[in-house]
């Protein structure tokens, strides 16, 4: 089985988790849940331990009520952390979660005292960008309309009624809170801060995504790939080159650790999910 969860509904393993080391943390897009990081948990090193945020409203979760803000979401999974916060932290947030992943580093930072060791953020224009943005006020039929042209969502799903009923309350949530976000200004993050984006991505020009380099007082990075606002689905071995090489001087030594409980105690061991 290779959707593993540990207890906290808010977070999944998807390969090998090491004993020590560096974790890296995802964040989905607006209408995304933890598996849209899939292919990335996979590809990453096995020295590297990547956990994706399981937002509520979606997949096992989707009897939950939704966030509401991006501040909100951002405080409840700060809240979350103990259980994923036992080892330097990395995060990685892909367009409506590139914003979540800045508000929890801001958190992590100002209020816990603890940096992340490198935030990325992908398909998406820095938080002090306003646009006025008003997807989750179309019809329905307006909202599919969206989805498609970004890409990055099967066809197949967007043409089962059944399906859309039950994920669209979600994606206009999502959007509406993304849409309302609006940034609050203060102390940049220490944090270095990697930036990725498509060269032909509709929401996120190159212009937009250089302007994080604004948020923080550390190293800023700019990755510009092949692409509109998927490149990820498009580049997926060059988003993971971008971010093994730029975590390579921080990953320790280590070794998947085993599956299974251990022998002589019949407990999980620590580090490991069943």
């Known amino acids: 089985m290779t959707d593993l969860a540990n207890d906290n509904p808010w977070f999944r393993r998807y390969a090998p988790c090491p004993e020590n080391g560096l974790r890296l943390l995802c964040f989905p897009h607006a209408g995304g849940s933890a598996s849209s990081f899939l292919w990335l948990c996979k590809k990453l090193s096995p020295a590297l331990d990547a956990v994706a945020v ?9 009897r939950e009520p939704h966030f509401g803000t991006i501040q909100q979401l951002a405080g409840q999974i700060v809240d979350n952390l103990g259980a994923v916060a036992d080892r ?5 947030g892909h367009s409506m979660g590139a914003v979540t992943a800045f508000e929890v580093a801001r958190r ?25 943005d008003r997807v989750h006020q179309r019809d329905d039929r307006g909202l599919i309309a969206e989805i498609k042209a970004l890409g990055g969502t099967d066809s197949r799903l967007l043409a089962d009624e059944e399906i859309l009923s039950m994920v669209l309350p979600t994606v206009r949530a999502d959007y509406r809170a993304i849409e309302t976000y609006r940034y609050a200004p203060g102390p940049a993050v220490s944090c270095p801060i990697v930036a990725l984006t498509g060269d032909e991505d ?72 069943m």
């Open 108 to 132: 992590l930072e100002h209020t816990n005292g603890t940096s992340p060791v490198v935030l990325f953020v992908s398909g998406r224009r820095a938080p002090s960008v306003r646009r006025e």
């Open 202 to 273: 509709p929401r996120a020009s190159i212009d937009d995504v250089t302007l994080w380099a604004e948020h923080t007082t550390g190293e800023f990075d700019l990755h510009v790939l092949r692409g509109g606002h998927f490149f990820l689905n498009e580049q997926p071995q060059q988003v993971t080159r971008v971010v093994t090489e730029r975590l390579a001087g921080q990953l320790a030594s280590c070794s998947p650790c085993e599956r299974g409980p251990d022998p002589a105690t019949g407990r999980v061991r620590s580090g490991c999910v």
């Open 88 to 92: 330097p932290l990395a995060l990685f």
């Open 54 to 62: 399981q937002y509520p409203g979606r997949q096992d979760r989707y």
